[in-house]
């Protein structure tokens, strides 16, 4: 992961797993670390919004019940913070690379 896709990265995993300023992680590692963290201190003390969270994050259902399966091959926080960086990564990539193009006479669209 290049250093630019680690900080967008970062930036969409900021606000909803409430990273700090300055807490910028400095490899993929750190990252997973981070977010294995939270998701664990979530599913101990906030489950449902952890759910809630994982849902608008647009992280599959099914991926997300082989992560809490009981003979996954990583514990559930761990293999939840690999579904979040892995959709993450998505995100970002697909910003780079669908560039939609500009709205034409949208003057016409009035209320």
Known sequence: MTNETLQETSALIRGPFELEPGQEPATEAELLAFLSNRIEDMLAHRPEYLMSLLYRLDVLEPKI????????????????????????????ETKRTVKPAPLQDWEEWTL
């Open 65 to 92: 019940n082989k992560a809490l399966h009981i003979g996954a091959p990583d514990p559930a926080h761990i293999g939840l913070a690999k579904l979040v960086l892995e959709r993450q990564l998505q995100r970002v």
